[in-house]
């Protein structure tokens, strides 16, 4: 069991101007210390599964994140004579960061959020710094914009128009639920008021989404990274993740949370306030109502232009640690929206008799507004995409470089479907099928009767893909014979050819390469998600009807086929819904579950919230740091030799520490990575910071750098490096299953290990002993208090 003592007597971080003198030369003699720092991947572990020993010790850190050794090892660097000849292993353990307490449930809700901020980090390589650059980061910000204003405007719908406006002010409606009665007779029963008081949901979920990023922003961008200058590029790449600043986001999300908070009051507050001006100005009313009505418009429109402007400036620098935090900005919007939005709902809350709501509530082309503006975005995106792969071109890039636009496109769909099947189950619940109202905006049902057509595509490319993994599994059938000598003469194995057996590590090898058809699948689903939801838009707008509506009394093959698309797009977004809701609850509950949605979040939260500052938080901003801090102590500490060590996501999180440290104890470090996506999912779909020159240029900085991988592993591949860096990093792909049949060594037969259990080869204990054996350690010197100590001792004595 694990112990919760703490050992940080000599492993503490630095503080202030303390960290400049990690460049310096170790101050103590290590007698060759090697330490070891395992960094685990996705899906989490325990220390005791890292470090193979049911008694591990907290050197360092918190619940949250932390360092852990063997009991035995906590004093290592004061018995170097025990540690010859192999290292100190010592586990870094940040699995809590993304699958934590129960509260990581609610990340669930922001999963639009997160996909279109992704898309910010893949941009394509470009070979200068221009404003075409710029630009792509503006346009993904403001796609961010537009989802946070679809939910906010999806949520206005169901307590504003489905409730308030359409069932509240239907008396059958209203009598079928006995807690809207209050609504459809008395004081509340005018229109005004019924949706002043109904904005409180809207402002509700405002205020969650501020509150969830809020404290968040406490926890993770608020973690300084490794203080250091920007080095100079002595010909290497300047790649940003070894920028002081590019993990110290508290600036960027402080100006963006507030701008994105502030759109989704002035979401709520236009959905109150210019129903009730319409009202005023078309019924001849009170001039001062209409004028009023006149005032908050404007106002509207003034606070529209505060948010897109600041949400256009960037804010950010990288080249140094960036404390600032715009306290006047991040205070004036936000309360400034709520205080419009306040005098919105007195001002719709004000008596007029003689409105009475029928219908929609005015405004349900909204959505298509939204959808309009988020494909326009979308192909902006890609055009500008285009240009800047241009300047660079990669075939390795997914997409050739519109991987990005791509993904911003499936955050818009996802965040549509969201919206879309919550305003349907709502309609369905309010009403089920006695027509007594209206009913979501048509967009939406158009939207939901394109999801069967989408669904089609994908199975007729699930075929194809079907297809090609029997192709590549038939001709792998072969290459095992070979690469297990099933060939040769018998004698030559243990057991004889087992096709069941064969046929099982030929498919997982298959099935492994499908993971380099991620693109294309993206790709397509991306293209025909952007041409459907474009014909949705037309279709609603030109007809002004639903799907089976609008086709009825044509060609009885098209009737059919709407009226089908309609009612299986519906009855399928709404199961999307109950089990988005089903997951989030179980999530909440259920620790392991949150693991697996946390495999999730450790994929798509490593980058910053760049774009959109209610994804969920980057664990790097806590992560990299730490590992950083870990590293620059220890080995100006000790002077000893220090192997970086990471699995899966953790060698992605390896090296971003690693480009972070000063060049005189990068070149002190060895990199082992092995499952590693660092080229086969981040060098492609993240090509400005993994791309093969900053992968090179990564490997020219650190002392000694290797990778394993296996065939069979669907996340994890070669590092591919062009020239002699090539088979100086990544070792030939290691056989899986170790052992074919039953042998001497292997007498049960050994499991296929895919992604998993890489120390269990012995090539990994080989390779880690080269690493070691090519480091060299530190000079040591002697400590500067204990030479300011001698000084004042020799001056005394004289």
């Known amino acids: 069991m694990s112990t919760t003592h703490e050992h940080d007597k000599d492993h503490g971080h630095p503080h202030g101007e303390a960290a400049a003198t990690t460049a310096d030369a170790p101050t103590t003699t290590a007698d060759e210390t090697a330490l070891e720092l395992l960094v685990h991947g996705v899906g989490g572990t325990t220390p005791q599964e890292m470090l193979d020993d049911p008694q591990t010790v907290r050197v360092s850190g918190d619940d949250t994140a932390a360092v852990f050794r063997r009991g035995e090892d906590v004093d290592a660097e004061a018995r170097p004579d025990d540690y010859r000849g192999k290292p100190v292993p010592e586990a870094y353990v940040w699995c ?12 669930l809700l922001l999963l639009p959020f997160m996909v279109v901020n992704l898309s910010h980090w893949m941009r394509p390589n470009a070979r200068r710094w221009t404003r075409t650059v710029r630009l792509y980061g503006l346009l993904v910000r403001l796609v961010s914009l537009t989802l946070t204003v679809l939910l906010v405007a999806a949520a206005c719908e169901v307590a504003l128009d489905l409730t308030a406006w359409q069932c509240a002010g239907t008396s059958a409606c209203a009598a079928r639920h006995s807690w809207l009665g209050f609504l459809a007779e008395g004081w509340w029963s005018q229109p005004g008021r019924r949706l002043a008081l109904a904005a409180l949901v809207p402002t509700a979920l405002a ?52 701008a994105h908070t502030a759109a989704a009051l002035l979401t709520v507050a236009a959905a109150v306030g210019t129903s009730a001006a319409r009202f005023d100005r078309a019924a001849g009313g009170p001039a001062l109502l209409a004028a009023v009505g006149w005032v908050i418009v404007g106002a509207l429109v003034v606070g529209v232009l505060a948010v897109v402007t600041v949400v256009v400036r960037r804010g950010r620098s990288e080249n140094r640690v960036d404390d600032r935090v715009d306290r006047a900005l991040v205070r004036v919007l936000p309360y400034g929206a709520l205080a419009l939005l306040v005098v919105t709902m007195v001002y719709a809350a004000w008596s007029r008799p003689g409105w009475q709501s029928s219908g929609r509530l005015p405004g349900d082309a909204t959505f298509g507004g939204i959808a309009l503006v988020q494909g326009a975005l979308v192909l902006v995106i890609a055009v500008v995409a285009h240009a800047i792969y241009r300047t660079a071109r990669d075939p390795r890039t997914a997409l050739r470089g519109l991987g990005g636009p791509a993904t911003a496109m499936l955050a818009c769909a996802l965040g549509g479907v969201m919206t879309g099947g919550v305003a349907q189950r709502v309609a369905d619940w309010l009403d089920g099928t006695s027509g007594l109202i209206k009913g979501p905006p048509v967009l ?31 001709r792998e059938t072969a290459q095992v014979a070979v690469d297990y000598h099933l060939d040769d003469k018998p004698g030559a194995t243990a057991e004889p050819p087992d096709a069941h057996r064969t046929a099982r590590i030929a498919g997982t090898r298959a099935r492994a390469a499908l993971t380099d058809k991620a693109p294309v699948m993206i790709g397509v689903v991306s293209s025909v998600t952007l041409l459907l939801g474009a014909l949705a838009v037309v279709g609603a707008w030109t007809t002004g009807k639903v799907p089976a509506t609008a086709f009825r009394g044509s060609y009885a093959i098209v009737e059919g086929a709407a009226e089908s698309a309609q009612a299986l797009g519906s009855w399928l977004i709404g199961l999307g819904f109950i089990l988005f ?36 938080p980057c664990y790097a901003e806590r992560a990299v740091p730490d590992l950083t801090w870990r590293m620059a102590t220890w080995t100006q500490s000790t002077g000893g030799r220090l192997i970086l060590s990471g699995h899966s996501q953790g060698s992605v999180l390896a090296a971003a520490a690693a480009w972070q440290l000063h060049p005189s104890v990068r070149k002190r470090v060895g990199l082992l990575t092995y499952g590693s996506p660092l080229e086969r999912l981040y060098g492609r779909w993240f090509p400005a910071q993994f791309g093969p020159e900053a992968l090179a240029s990564l490997h020219r900085q650190v002392d000694c750098w290797r990778n394993l991988h296996r065939e069979t592993d669907p996340i994890g591949g070669p590092i591919n490096l062009t020239g002699e860096c090539g088979p100086q990093v990544d070792h030939e792909a290691l056989l899986d299953p170790l052992a ?12 296929i290990l895919g992604h998993s259990d890489y120390q269990a080869d012995p090539v990994f204990a080989e390779e880690r002993a080269r690493l070691l054996a090519r480091l060299k350690p530190g000079v040591p010197q002697q400590r500067p208090d204990a030479a300011r100590a001698q000084g004042s001792s020799g001056r005394s004595s004289g």
Request: zero cysteines; proline letters at 9%; a positive charge.
């Open 96 to 107: 809590n960061l993304t699958s934590g307490n129960g509260s990581r449930a609610l990340w």
């Open 207 to 258: 205020g969650l989404l501020w509150y969830l990023s809020h404290r968040t922003w406490s926890a993770y961008e608020t973690q300084r990274p490794l203080p250091h200058m920007p080095e100079p590029t002595d010909g290497e790449i300047d790649n940003a993740l070894g920028r002081p600043g590019f993990w110290y986001g508290r600036r960027l999300v402080a100006r963006l949370r507030a």
């Open 444 to 474: 939406l049902s158009w939207q939901a009767s394109v999801i069967p057509p989408l669904l089609v595509v994908l199975a007729v490319l699930g075929g194809a893909l079907a297809l090609r993994t029997a192709l590549i599994k038939k």
């Open 581 to 616: 809701v089903t997951w989030g609850r179980r999530a909440y509950k259920d620790a392991s579950a949150r693991r697996t949605i946390g495999i999730l979040w450790d994929v798509g939260t490593f980058w910053p919230r760049a774009a959109h500052p209610f994804a969920p």
């Open 740 to 751: 074919y049949g039953r042998t001497a060594e292997h007498p049960l037969p050994a499991p």
